[in-house]
């Protein structure tokens, strides 16, 4: 059994091929593909249940502001099929389950409600339904309180959950005083639902000794670990929380996956048996957050060619009663309103209004594109106020490379491809042909009218917490010579296990199938960041490689002593295609790991990886928040009804830069996912309160996401040739979030077509989402405010 594997050899060929062995950079499936189209991928709602498990469901509150006066819940105990009902006073440790302001969001209101849908009771009973009927059964006295319910209302009442923020650079003021175009404006951006298709979901079964297992939903399980710890009063060592997968999470598991894990926690500890919380789609939507939505006003100076001088933007963000994640939302839209342009002269205010809503919360892009959109607008408007192409105005303000590079908050652009990206688009998408075209097609039309814009992205990578921007793993080698793999990110479908599976690959020269990754896991990986801001390929798939290299290194020393005869050193050893190369002798993969694990070689390791260069002053907004920047463009085309306000996307062509991709495969897959989603967030997904502040958009069938059939039936979707200038991992970009916002293309080709019907005289006074009603609404107010010159000289009948 000890006699050492006969190395063999290879020919040159052969030899070459193993050179050329590479893992990264190629289209692979997605790890868990087959699962998900065979249904046998395993959501937290798959796990089978142990004997005796008990389901939960929440008690909400059906008032957007008020005291509770009074709370009966006799009948919800009385109904058949009830075990227990948990309210704040039963709550052994901290009733909060807040991300950063510690005490401004209770898990169960306390004496007071603060939004229609905010939790007040838990019901445990031996089944979902039951525990659901039941919940309704509550009978609460309340003395109703003023409710705020707009970011306008919030900004009058000067209602915060976080002290304003503001950024300037230059004198804005002075610059708009003197410019030779002077434009002030306001307009409005709705927020989103993340509408992922998994709902928020937690199960919790109690283990010995005070310990706690929760399997949940959730983009951060180190998070849900500590707020289980602090609800339940015990040490984060009890509390283990595991995630395989989620289907979809888009930030929205972020931070408010806390509240259900807390409330299954609880109920599981005060009852010793296990207890799941899974809410219907409703009651989902009615508690949680949303993307933030914010009003603008806006002022700016600008020169007979589009060149902006100076301008100054005040942005206000509907938060919801606590503050949840909205500094850091608001920051960052802060920080992206710049976007692709140098503002040399520029004021940016931010004001996060506390309202009686929903807390809102992480949604993908996590307020870049709602501080990009403001600036996007602003040049739309300043180029047809100047009858010129948005095109030529937003490259004239374009960031340069080497001057007019630095941004206000004071980073460096120093890896600008905007240029030649934009410039590569606009000759594939025919851009400037086909918007002739289109002038030619309205100047024929007078119902049906067509738009088109092209609109860039700069977005910035990491986290604007800079100590979030650290990562752990594990890799373990088995004498068979499989490759198991924990990290601290979540699989929520973009492909992060699949990435880090490659980089493992790749690392230890093996093939792909060979390394499987293992659900995130708390009491692995510990001192996890959340898998958002675009970073869990960049952190998780670095502290892989970390990992992966030790064992290298560590079996490369162990092979030149055993294989190449004293004449090969270390680094001279090569891992490729399954095998060992020492010199020319070619060994199996599996035969070194045998004979390692034989001389004793410890085969598992851990990895760490921390983003260097960051650095952040909050108070004075200035540093550098990002690593580096991804970057992008899309050029849409699209055609309105002006009689009834309907549109459709004709084409989308979008050009992507994530640098040397690691897996384009996936990495398109992204960008068409993103550019779908943004398009619904900017044309269809409209969140509507009502004036008592109840959300009556609630459910799929008032709360209108994109389908298949709102696809442009010509989708065109390229990445961009490049490598990114930081030794990010194998030089790839991040891709999640960027692609959001380049939709914005769709948005800016409606407003073009709607200003068509004013011969592109007037800036339409349209506000997202624009829907079918508001586009209707903007071409009224568009022809109202036509010139009467034009009507004259065109002749059209009104």
């Given at each position: 059994?000890?006699?050492?594997?006969?190395?063999?050899?290879?020919?040159?060929?052969?030899?070459?091929?193993?050179?050329?062995?590479?893992?990264?950079?190629?289209?692979?499936p997605?790890?868990?593909?087959?699962?998900?189209?065979?249904?046998?991928?395993?959501?937290?709602?798959?796990?089978?249940?142990?004997?005796?498990?008990?389901?939960?469901?929440?008690?909400?509150?059906?008032?957007?502001?008020?005291?509770?006066?009074?709370?009966s819940?006799?009948?919800?105990?009385?109904?058949?099929?009830?075990?227990?009902?948990?309210?704040?006073?039963?709550?052994p440790?901290?009733?909060?389950?807040?991300?950063?302001?510690?005490?401004?969001?209770?898990?169960?209101?306390?004496?007071?409600v603060?939004y229609?849908?905010?939790?007040?009771?838990?019901?445990?009973?031996?089944?979902?339904?039951?525990?659901?009927?039941?919940?309704r059964r509550?009978?609460?006295?309340?003395?109703e309180?003023?409710?705020?319910?707009?970011?306008?209302?919030?900004?009058?009442?000067?209602?915060?959950?976080?002290?304003?923020?503001?950024?300037?650079r230059?004198?804005?003021?002075?610059?708009?005083?003197?410019?030779?175009?002077?434009?002030?404006?306001?307009?409005?951006?709705?927020?989103?639902?993340?509408?992922?298709?998994?709902?928020?979901i937690a199960?919790?079964?109690?283990?010995?000794?005070?310990?706690?297992?929760?399997?949940?939903?959730?983009?951060?399980?180190?998070?849900?670990?500590?707020l289980?710890?602090?609800?339940?009063?015990?040490?984060?060592?009890?509390?283990?929380?595991?995630?395989?997968?989620?289907?979809?999470?888009f930030?929205?598991?972020?931070?408010?996956?806390?509240?259900?894990?807390?409330?299954?926690?609880l109920?599981?500890?005060?009852?010793l048996?296990?207890?799941?919380?899974?809410?219907?789609?409703?009651?989902?939507?009615?508690?949680?957050?949303?993307?933030?939505?914010?009003h603008?006003?806006?002022?700016?100076?600008?020169?007979?060619?589009?060149?902006?001088?100076?301008?100054?933007?005040?942005?206000?963000?509907?938060?919801?009663?606590?503050?949840?994640?909205?500094?850091?939302?608001?920051?960052?839209?802060?920080?992206h309103?710049?976007?692709?342009?140098?503002?040399p002269?520029?004021?940016i205010?931010?004001?996060?209004?506390?309202?009686n809503?929903q807390?809102?919360t992480?949604?993908?892009?996590?307020?870049?594109?709602?501080?990009?959109?403001?600036?996007?607008?602003?040049?739309d408007?300043?180029?047809?106020?100047?009858?010129?192409?948005?095109?030529?105005?937003?490259?004239r303000?374009?960031?340069?490379?080497?001057?007019?590079?630095?941004?206000?908050?004071?980073?460096?652009?120093?890896?600008?491809?905007l240029?030649?990206?934009?410039?590569?688009?606009?000759?594939?998408?025919?851009?400037?042909?086909?918007?002739?075209?289109?002038?030619?097609?309205?100047?024929?039309n007078?119902?049906?009218?067509?738009?088109?814009?092209?609109?860039?992205?700069?977005?910035?990578?990491?986290?604007?917490?800079?100590?979030?921007?650290?990562?752990?793993?594990?890799?373990?080698?088995?004498?068979?010579?499989s490759?198991?793999v924990?990290?601290?990110?979540?699989?929520?479908?973009?492909?992060?296990?699949?990435?880090?599976a490659?980089v493992?690959?790749?690392?230890?020269?093996?093939?792909?199938?060979?390394v499987r990754?293992?659900?995130?896991?708390?009491?692995?990986?510990?001192?996890?960041?959340?898998?958002?801001?675009?970073?869990?390929?960049?952190?998780?798939?670095?502290?892989?490689?970390?990992?992966?290299?030790?064992?290298?290194?560590?079996?490369?020393?162990?092979?030149?002593e055993?294989?190449?005869?004293?004449?090969?050193?270390?680094?001279?050893?090569?891992?490729?295609?399954?095998s060992?190369?020492v010199?020319?002798?070619?060994?199996?993969?599996?035969?070194?790991?045998?004979n390692a694990?034989?001389?004793?070689?410890?085969?598992?390791?851990?990895?760490?990886?921390?983003?260097?260069?960051?650095?952040?002053?909050?108070?004075k907004l200035?540093?550098?928040?990002?690593?580096?920047?991804?970057?992008?463009?899309?050029?849409?085309?699209?055609?309105?009804?002006?009689?009834?306000?309907?549109m459709?996307?004709?084409?989308?062509d979008?050009?992507?830069?994530?640098?040397?991709?690691?897996?384009?495969?996936l990495?398109i897959g992204q960008?068409?996912?993103?550019?779908?989603?943004?398009?619904?967030w900017?044309?269809?997904e409209?969140?509507?309160?009502?004036?008592?502040?109840?959300?009556?958009?609630?459910?799929?069938?008032?709360?209108?996401?994109?389908?298949?059939?709102?696809?442009?039936?010509?989708?065109?979707?390229?990445?961009f040739r490049?490598r990114?200038?930081?030794?990010s991992?194998?030089?790839?970009?991040?891709?999640?979030?960027?692609?959001?916002?380049?939709?914005?293309?769709?948005?800016?080709?409606?407003?073009?077509?709607?200003?068509?019907?004013?011969?592109?005289?007037v800036?339409p006074?349209?506000?997202?989402?624009?829907?079918?009603?508001?586009?209707?609404?903007?071409?009224g107010?568009v022809?109202?405010?036509?010139?009467?010159?034009?009507?004259?000289?065109?002749?059209?009948?009104?």
């Amino acid at each position: 059994m000890n006699q050492q594997a006969e190395p063999f050899l290879k020919d040159a060929q052969e030899l070459a091929e193993l050179a050329d062995f590479t893992q990264v950079h190629v289209s692979r499936p997605h790890e868990s593909a087959h699962l998900h189209v065979t249904g046998r991928a395993t959501y937290t709602d798959d796990i089978p249940v142990v004997a005796g498990t008990l389901h939960a469901a929440l008690g909400l509150s059906q008032k957007a502001h008020a005291r509770i006066v009074s709370i009966s819940l006799d009948k919800v105990r009385a109904t058949p099929g009830v075990v227990a009902v948990f309210t704040a006073a039963d709550i052994p440790g901290h009733n909060d389950c807040a991300p950063i302001v510690k005490g401004d969001d209770p898990v169960l209101a306390d004496g007071v409600v603060q939004y229609v849908g905010q939790p007040v009771f838990i019901v445990v009973a031996t089944s979902h339904d039951t525990a659901r009927r039941a919940a309704r059964r509550a009978q609460i006295d309340y003395e109703e309180l003023p409710a705020v319910l707009t970011a306008q209302q919030a900004r009058a009442a000067q209602q915060s959950v976080i002290p304003p923020m503001k950024l300037a650079r230059g004198d804005a003021g002075a610059k708009l005083a003197r410019a030779p175009h002077r434009e002030r404006g306001e307009m409005l951006l709705g927020g989103q639902e993340q509408f992922y298709l998994e709902g928020q979901i937690a199960y919790a079964v109690p283990k010995d000794d005070d310990g706690m297992h929760v399997w949940c939903s959730t983009q951060h399980p180190t998070e849900m670990q500590h707020l289980v710890a602090h609800v339940l009063n015990v040490a984060s060592h009890n509390v283990l929380v595991e995630c395989r997968r989620m289907g979809g999470g888009f930030g929205g598991k972020e931070s408010q996956s806390g509240l259900f894990a807390c409330c299954a926690a609880l109920a599981a500890w005060k009852l010793l048996c296990p207890v799941k919380l899974r809410p219907d789609r409703d009651d989902d939507m009615m508690i949680t957050g949303k993307r933030h939505d914010f009003h603008y006003t806006y002022d700016v100076g600008y020169d007979d060619d589009g060149v902006i001088e100076g301008v100054s933007v005040d942005m206000t963000s509907r938060c919801g009663f606590s503050a949840d994640l909205s500094g850091p939302v608001m920051t960052r839209a802060v920080c992206h309103f710049d976007n692709a342009y140098w503002l040399p002269d520029v004021s940016i205010a931010g004001f996060c209004g506390k309202t009686n809503t929903q807390s809102n919360t992480a949604f993908r892009g996590f307020g870049g594109p709602q501080g990009a959109f403001a600036i996007e607008y602003i040049i739309d408007n300043v180029a047809r106020s100047l009858g010129l192409d948005p095109l030529d105005v937003r490259r004239r303000n374009l960031y340069g490379k080497t001057e007019r590079n630095q941004t206000p908050y004071g980073q460096i652009v120093e890896d600008n491809v905007l240029h030649e990206l934009i410039g590569e688009l606009e000759a594939t998408s025919h851009y400037r042909a086909r918007r002739a075209a289109v002038r030619e097609f309205n100047a024929r039309n007078d119902v049906l009218k067509k738009g088109i814009a092209l609109t860039p992205v700069k977005f910035g990578i990491a986290f604007n917490v800079t100590h979030f921007n650290q990562a752990g793993a594990l890799v373990h080698i088995y004498t068979d010579g499989s490759v198991l793999v924990n990290h601290g990110g979540t699989e929520m479908g973009q492909g992060l296990n699949t990435k880090v599976a490659q980089v493992v690959a790749h690392e230890l020269g093996v093939r792909f199938s060979r390394v499987r990754v293992t659900a995130t896991d708390t009491s692995k990986v510990a001192n996890t960041s959340a898998t958002a801001a675009s970073t869990g390929s960049d952190l998780n798939g670095k502290a892989a490689q970390d990992a992966a290299r030790q064992l290298r290194e560590r079996l490369a020393a162990f092979a030149a002593e055993r294989y190449g005869a004293g004449h090969v050193t270390p680094a001279a050893v090569r891992f490729a295609n399954d095998s060992v190369v020492v010199g020319e002798a070619v060994v199996p993969f599996d035969e070194v790991i045998a004979n390692a694990y034989l001389a004793r070689v410890q085969l598992w390791s851990d990895g760490f990886y921390a983003t260097p260069k960051l650095y952040w002053d909050q108070a004075k907004l200035q540093g550098r928040p990002f690593f580096y920047y991804s970057y992008g463009a899309a050029v849409s085309e699209v055609v309105i009804d002006t009689l009834t306000g309907e549109m459709r996307v004709l084409r989308a062509d979008a050009l992507h830069d994530v640098g040397a991709s690691l897996n384009p495969a996936l990495d398109i897959g992204q960008v068409e996912g993103g550019f779908i989603q943004g398009m619904g967030w900017l044309t269809t997904e409209e969140l509507w309160w009502n004036d008592g502040g109840k959300l009556m958009t609630h459910a799929p069938s008032t709360y209108k996401i994109p389908t298949v059939n709102d696809m442009p039936p010509d989708f065109r979707v390229n990445l961009f040739r490049n490598r990114n200038a930081e030794d990010s991992i194998h030089r790839s970009k991040a891709v999640g979030e960027p692609p959001l916002l380049l939709p914005f293309s769709v948005f800016f080709a409606i407003r073009d077509a709607v200003s068509s019907v004013a011969d592109y005289e007037v800036n339409p006074p349209l506000n997202a989402p624009a829907t079918s009603e508001a586009i209707l609404k903007a071409v009224g107010a568009v022809r109202a405010m036509r010139k009467p010159c034009a009507h004259a000289a065109q002749g059209v009948r009104r």
